[in-house]
């Protein structure tokens, strides 16, 4: 391996100013809010942007690199620096391939518990949109039997038909009111 590729690796053990690169390609992702789902999106360049490990890791057996990287996510800064280098290099090498892949698998859980939510308070509101209108419906359905009532009360050709469909609309709010609903 390149000594470049090297120093970088052990690069990620160094804590300065709060906690170390390999610190933080450890940390689990947070609730499923728009923020931390866009905080994990670039997440994914960084992770990419460290070092390209597959080249290094060709010809190894996909199982074994998965288990080097779990082997890896297990172990902290100071466990990781104590390991000798070029086995170090290899956990890392493992851990960089892997954790953009669980990356954006906790992306996508992400996005679909944040979906869900979405659904579910998209269902709650729709439930409160319908009891809204039922009871409009029940509304306009005793005024249209008040008005049902009067009509059969009264001869088909009586001008005061009109005038007492009029009367129950306007007790009602007006026929404008009723429209509105």
Same mark, same amino acid.
């Given at each position: 391996?390149?000594? $470049?590729?090297?120093?970088?690796?052990?690069?990620?053990?160094?804590?300065?100013?709060?906690?170390?690169?390999?610190?933080?390609?450890? %940390?689990?992702?947070?609730?499923?809010?728009?923020?931390?789902?866009?905080?994990? !999106? *670039?997440?994914? $360049?960084?992770?990419?942007? +460290?070092?390209?490990?597959?080249?290094?890791?060709?010809? +190894?057996?996909?199982? @074994?690199?998965? =288990?080097?990287?779990?082997?890896?996510? %297990?172990?902290?800064?100071?466990?990781?620096?104590? +390991?000798? $280098?070029?086995?170090?290099?290899?956990?890392? !090498?493992?851990?960089?391939? =892997?954790?953009?892949?669980?990356?954006? *698998?906790?992306?996508?859980?992400?996005?679909? @518990?944040?979906? #869900?939510?979405?659904?579910?308070?998209?269902? %709650?509101?729709?439930?409160?949109?319908?009891? #809204?209108?039922?009871?409009?419906?029940? #509304?306009?359905?005793?005024?249209?039997?008040?008005?049902?009532?009067? %009509?059969?009360?009264?001869?088909?050709?009586?001008?005061?038909?009109?005038?007492?469909?009029?009367? +129950?609309?306007?007790?009602?709010?007006?026929?404008?009111?009723?429209?509105?609903?």
């Amino acid at each position: 391996m390149p000594l $470049p590729d090297q120093a970088r690796l052990d690069a990620l053990l160094q804590v300065q100013d709060g906690p170390s690169e390999f610190t933080r390609m450890q %940390a689990p992702p947070r609730q499923a809010t728009l923020a931390h789902l866009r905080q994990w !999106l *670039d997440r994914l $360049p960084w992770l990419e942007s +460290i070092l390209t490990p597959h080249g290094f890791l060709t010809g +190894i057996a996909h199982t @074994k690199v998965r =288990q080097f990287a779990v082997e890896a996510a %297990a172990l902290d800064v100071g466990d990781m620096r104590d +390991i000798h $280098p070029p086995r170090r290099w290899s956990l890392l !090498l493992c851990f960089l391939a =892997q954790t953009p892949v669980q990356t954006r *698998d906790q992306l996508v859980e992400m996005f679909r @518990k944040r979906m #869900q939510r979405m659904t579910t308070a998209a269902h %709650a509101h729709l439930r409160e949109l319908q009891d #809204q209108h039922r009871e409009l419906e029940a #509304q306009l359905m005793a005024v249209f039997a008040e008005v049902l009532d009067e %009509a059969l009360q009264t001869p088909e050709d009586d001008p005061a038909w009109g005038q007492g469909v009029r009367h +129950i609309l306007a007790t009602h709010g007006g026929a404008a009111t009723l429209r509105a609903h």
